[in-house]
């Protein structure tokens, strides 16, 4: 469900429920000072949630959908992050290559993206371990929140009927398979460094460059 606030502010209930979860792991993550680059940033709620949690993190949000962007930036105007926080990026993940300003490129600590890769095309996902590899050097990030399949099996009840009702809007959308996922971030030069159980049958994961 989406709410629409008073300005450009989109409100989803369940990025709302999430966010300090998704937080409380990024908090254990050895992140040094720089960029973190977050892929299909949504309603931009992550975004300053995060922003005001680690302060010395420049966190840089990016969306393709005009819409998202706009709500982005009136979250931000809202928290008063303005001299903090640079305006959205659009990204559109499977074109190459994305358009990353310098000083974001020198200074990028990890890559995030959240509940994206099951509401997009599989080559989104492809894309995404992709453009990850040039962008990431050694022991850096990327990290994914969202449902899972293991061994092409829903954990729960609820994500099977959820990887249903994703079909059902759009054929190529799903609840993807671990082992698919990790062999992506394999081909790229990333290993699986952490499996985080979430609340509501989520997963984080974790991948580090290591080559």
């Known amino acids: 469900m989406t709410l629409f606030l008073l300005d450009y502010r989109l409100f989803f209930p369940a990025t709302q429920r999430n966010k300090i979860f998704i937080g409380d792991v990024l908090s254990k993550i050895p992140l040094k000072k720089g960029f973190v680059l977050e892929i299909g940033s949504g309603s931009g709620q992550h975004g300053v949630e995060f922003q005001k949690r680690f302060p010395d993190i420049i966190w840089q949000t990016s969306d393709p959908k005009l819409e998202y962007r706009k709500s982005i930036i009136s979250w931000i105007e809202h928290e008063n992050l303005n001299t903090k926080m640079p305006e959205p990026l659009e990204i559109d993940v ?42 990431l050097n050694y022991g850096k990030f990327i990290i994914l929140y969202g449902p899972f399949k293991i061994e092409d099996k829903h954990v729960s009840k609820s994500n099977e009927a959820f990887d249903k009702s994703l079909k059902i809007q759009n054929h190529d959308w799903g609840v993807r398979n671990l082992e698919e996922v990790n062999k992506e971030a394999i081909i790229n030069g990333f290993r699986q460094k952490e499996l985080i159980e979430m609340p509501t049958n989520n997963l984080i994961l974790i991948y580090e460059k290591v080559s």
């Open 94 to 135: 499977t074109k190459s290559p994305w358009p990353i300003p310098f000083k974001l490129v020198d200074n990028l600590q990890a890559i995030i993206s959240i509940n994206m890769i099951h509401i997009a095309h599989w080559e989104c996902t492809k894309s995404l371990f992709k453009e990850s590899s040039k962008l």
